[in-house]
């Protein structure tokens, strides 16, 4: 059974940089692709950045140059760094796995307050 667990957010101010990490338990790790969403509460969860099983990213315009999805398949582990951060960074950021090609795992998701 594969399980999603997201940690690393928190309270930060407006220019700081933060790391998200989104550990995944499961023997196939290496084979999922891996995205990360956020959700504003009362707007649609959007997209922020995915990473597939050959490394290759996809990022979302609005964290284009402040993002880097990054795995380490030895740990099982997707993390996703932010810098200059912006109040309007604040989201439930989750993180979804997705298994071959067609299931998606989601985590429970971790916040990240982004103050000016």
């Known amino acids: 059974q594969v399980q999603v667990v997201e940690s690393g957010g928190g309270c930060v101010q407006a220019g700081d940089s933060l790391r998200l990490s989104c550990a995944v338990s499961g023997s196939t790790f290496s084979s999922f692709s891996i995205g990360w969403y956020r959700q504003v509460p009362g707007k649609q969860r959007e997209l922020v950045a995915t990473?597939?099983?050959?490394?290759?990213?996809?990022y979302a315009t609005s964290v284009k140059g402040r993002g880097t999805i990054s795995r380490d398949n030895a740990k099982n582990t997707v993390y996703l760094q932010m810098s200059s951060l912006k109040p309007e960074d604040t989201a439930v950021n989750y993180c979804c796995?997705?298994?071959?090609?067609?299931?998606?795992?989601w985590g429970q998701g971790t916040l990240v307050t982004v103050s000016s």
């Open positions: 990473i597939r099983s050959t490394g290759s990213t996809n």
């Open positions: 796995a997705r298994i071959g090609g067609y299931l998606d795992i």
